[in-house]
């Protein structure tokens, strides 16, 4: 549709020829984003929604939209809080992955290794999509509860590795522990010969990883649009935690045949959950705290410089602000029980 102004500073945004405001953000080659399902059910009402282009990771998807290239991103709580530390001025206003009985990231080794425990893993390469962001942290706060000092965490190599790699190098011997979620997670469990050392949701069980982020003038100066976009995206959330497998699954390949980027539709096949443990992708205080407490532990942050409370809002999401019941279904209606 034709815009009809360009987006600048100071929180100003590009409008449709019918006055939605346009959000631009990138997408995830091979996947579906929770508000790219809210658009496709309809659930937004004053926004739409500008892909961009892909991201490689979510530290680089926020970055985006603190710089303004993009009006919201989504990564990895520890790297919003690292972000916030820096000075961005960026909010998180919705819960976007977590770790669910069905979803989770496993760390993986091969069935005949002799690395049995975080002590094994001393000088040892684990292989990761990007540092910076879940990964790292993740393996960092194993090593960390496992009784291993600052020191002997720092002989642990995090070496980069694409996703679609991470498996084979494993297999090969180039990393000791491979990185795996979803499809890759998945076909290599299939594969055999591998076995976790352990997995994310072993930290923290059910648990929010990470937040969709926008900039504080955006928000300031388009409160019904970040509203709009909120209460969609959550809906959407829920409509995946209320619907069978089969049904999210379904609707998922048919956005992806139907938006025509020239990917594979393969990683949706093996989609399990949400992810997002909470009905509605309500942000919990201590699923940022824990990052804050985690880098003044590190030394990357001061003691008190930054408080979980001011990162985050729950205002404009609809199972928090009491415009439907906290675990009520998409459309507000009272839910007998989870599916």
Same mark, same amino acid.
């Given at each position: 549709m034709l815009l009809l102004c360009a987006c600048g500073a100071g929180g100003e945004a590009a409008r449709t020829a019918d006055g939605r405001t346009v959000l631009r953000y990138q997408g995830w080659s091979g996947d579906v984003l929770f508000h790219e399902l809210a658009a496709d059910l309809g659930y937004f009402e004053q926004v739409q929604l500008e892909w961009v282009g892909d991201t490689t990771s979510g530290p680089q998807d926020i970055q985006s939209a603190a710089t303004g290239q993009t009006e919201f991103g989504s990564a990895f709580n520890g790297a919003v809080v690292k972000l916030n530390a820096a000075g961005a001025p960026i909010t998180s206003v919705l819960s976007s992955y977590g770790a669910d009985e069905g979803d989770f990231t496993g760390y993986y080794v091969l069935e005949d290794s002799p690395i049995r425990s975080a002590r094994d893993l001393i000088g040892k390469k684990v292989g990761m999509n990007t540092l910076g962001a879940h990964h790292e942290f993740l393996t960092r706060e194993w090593?960390?509860?496992?009784?291993?000092?600052?020191?002997?965490?720092?002989?642990?190599?995090?070496?980069?590795?694409?996703?679609?790699?991470?498996?084979?190098?494993?297999?090969?011997?180039?990393?000791?522990?491979? %990185?795996?979620?979803? /499809?890759?997670?998945?076909?290599?469990?299939? @594969?055999?010969?591998?076995? =976790?050392? *352990?997995? !994310?949701?072993?930290?923290?069980?059910?648990?929010?990883?990470?937040?969709?982020?926008?900039?504080?003038?955006?928000?300031?100066?388009?409160?019904?649009?970040?509203?709009?976009?909120?209460?969609? %995206?959550?809906?959407? /959330?829920?409509?995946?935690?209320?619907?069978? @497998?089969?049904?999210?699954? =379904?609707? *998922?390949? !048919?956005?992806?045949?139907?938006?025509?980027?020239?990917?594979?539709?393969?990683?949706?096949?093996?989609?399990?959950?949400?992810?997002?443990?909470?009905?509605?992708?309500?942000?919990?205080?201590?699923?940022?705290?824990?990052?804050?407490?985690?880098?003044?532990?590190?030394?990357?942050?001061?003691?008190?410089?930054?408080?979980?409370?001011?990162?985050?809002?729950?205002?404009?999401?609809?199972?928090?602000?009491?415009?439907?019941?906290?675990?009520?279904?998409?459309?507000?209606?009272?839910?007998?029980?989870?599916?």
């Open positions: 090593l960390a509860q496992q009784g291993l000092t600052p020191a002997e965490i720092k002989t642990v190599q995090l070496t980069v590795v694409p996703p679609v790699n991470t498996e084979q190098a494993l297999r090969e011997g180039q990393i000791d522990v491979a %990185t795996l979620g979803s /499809i890759q997670r998945e076909v290599a469990i299939e @594969r055999g010969g591998i076995r =976790a050392l *352990f997995t !994310d949701r072993d930290l923290f069980g059910a648990f929010s990883y990470g937040t969709y982020v926008m900039r504080d003038d955006f928000i300031a100066a388009n409160p019904e649009a970040v509203r709009d976009f909120v209460q969609g %995206t959550a809906r959407a /959330i829920r409509w995946t935690q209320t619907r069978p @497998r089969e049904e999210v699954v =379904a609707r *998922f390949l !048919d956005i992806i045949h139907k938006r025509g980027r020239t990917e594979s539709d393969q990683a949706i096949k093996y989609w399990r959950s949400s992810g997002v443990p909470v009905p509605g992708a309500v942000i919990a205080e201590r699923e940022l705290q824990t990052w804050i407490d985690w880098l003044v532990r590190n030394g990357e942050l001061d003691e008190g410089q930054l408080a979980a409370r001011d990162l985050y809002t729950n205002e404009y999401n609809p199972y928090a602000n009491g415009t439907y019941p906290a675990d009520g279904g998409p459309d507000g209606q009272a839910l007998a029980g989870e599916k």
